[in-house]
């Protein structure tokens, strides 16, 4: 059985030490020469960034996020010892690991991060697909050849650099398709890398819970549970077209990941679905000032990220938490699509003025989905409200001064509320 030293890249016959640096970061499997499709995934990324740059924190406890009332972004591996989640409400982790180090998210610094990683993975291959800044799909297909080593050698050498020049260290998941690769990832955190072969798909999944399929929240694992599903062999014993007529279309997607199948191609451009911005109070509110303040700020936001990409959105979400962490969630769509900060926010307050007797809430969101090009946003003019093209207009020429003199140039009279 071939064998791989992670330490010195040694290839080999199966061992437990590598014979050529007696290393025991070994990794083998049968198909270790022939599996090429990968997954990335940074361990604790930003609390490693936040370790790496202050050495005091080594041995803390470390949780980024924001304030009480804010959410755990990333927990060092020692405080998710003591049960911290990403995630997680801030005043839960810090009641489970209350000597917790809390540092506030330094955006800039995880980007420099991420753009250094890569570019390690560029120098491997031009087919990346980034889920985030600090986890990415990697298909090495057909470039032994150029780098006169199979995948397995170009990953983990890929992890050792990042230990060696970031100081950042990465688990690999190593298989013959997307779902398998994520799936493999999270199979030997921190520092792992681990592989799931062609052979072995059906014994490894048959007792394993479903929820090991990526996206598969709660409200979802509730209703396989109410199915009888918990199992990838509990799906296996469902037919084809019972799956699609309980689940849709996603019962299709159900049948394939049973048996271990994934067709998606690792895409170097995956279109962005979505965007949307939010923000979770320091006290829960149902102030309609307070809301409608947030909300034309929320708006601004997805505006400018849609305006950035170069997209526009046909649906407007707006999304509100309860103190309760009950979640509703209510869209728009629009005959037309819109990356106008002011359209975003006039078609979303009638769904806060709908919700508000709903609260109080914890946190507020806005977003824009069914995305497409901007050039084919903003087309017809709105009969209901003559001054929306004027206003859309006034906004633009907002975005050029913005763009020359500050973001802070000129602020609407609702965004200081």
Known sequence: ????????????????????????????????????????????????????????????????????????????????????????????????????????????????????????????????????????????????????????????????????????????????????????????????????????????????????????????????????????????????????????SSGDRLWHLARGEDARRVRRNAPVKSISSETTFFKDTGAHDLLDGHLWRLSEKVSDRAKAKGMAGRVVTLKLKRANHAVLTRRHALDDATQIADRIYRTARPLLEQSVDCGPFRLIGVGISNLVPEHQADLSGDLLDPAAERRATAERAADRIRARFGPDAILKGRALR
């Open 1 to 248: 059985m071939p064998a791989l030293c992670r330490d010195c890249l040694h290839l080999f016959d199966a061992g437990h030490r590598c014979p050529a640096c007696r290393g025991p970061r070994v990794v083998s499997h049968p198909e270790l020469l022939s599996l090429s499709i990968a997954h990335m995934d940074c361990d604790a990324f930003y609390a490693s960034v936040e370790k790496r740059d202050d050495p005091s924190l080594a041995d803390k406890p470390v949780i980024v996020g924001g304030g009480k009332r804010g959410v755990v972004s990333t927990a060092c591996y020692i405080a998710r010892t003591y049960g911290v989640r990403s995630a997680m409400p801030m005043f839960q982790a810090l009641k489970l690991c209350p000597e917790a180090v809390v540092v506030k998210p330094r955006g800039a610094a995880y980007m420099e991060a991420s753009r250094a990683i890569r570019a390690m993975m560029e120098e491997m291959t031009p087919a990346i697909e980034p889920l985030s800044l600090d986890e990415a799909f990697l298909d090495l297909t057909g470039t032994a050849r150029l780098h006169h080593a199979p995948p397995a050698v170009m990953l983990a050498r890929l992890v050792r650099r990042m230990e060696t020049e970031l100081g950042l260290s990465g688990s690999i998941g190593l298989s013959h398709n997307k779902f398998l690769a994520k799936v493999a990832s999270d199979l030997d955190k921190p520092r792992g890398f681990a592989m799931i072969g062609k052979a072995e798909t059906a014994d490894f999944l048959r007792d394993r819970p479903v929820r090991l399929i990526w996206g598969v929240g709660q409200a979802y694992q509730d209703s396989l549970d109410r199915a009888g599903i918990r199992t990838f062999g509990d799906l296996l014993r469902w037919d084809r077209k019972d799956l699609h007529a309980r689940f849709g």
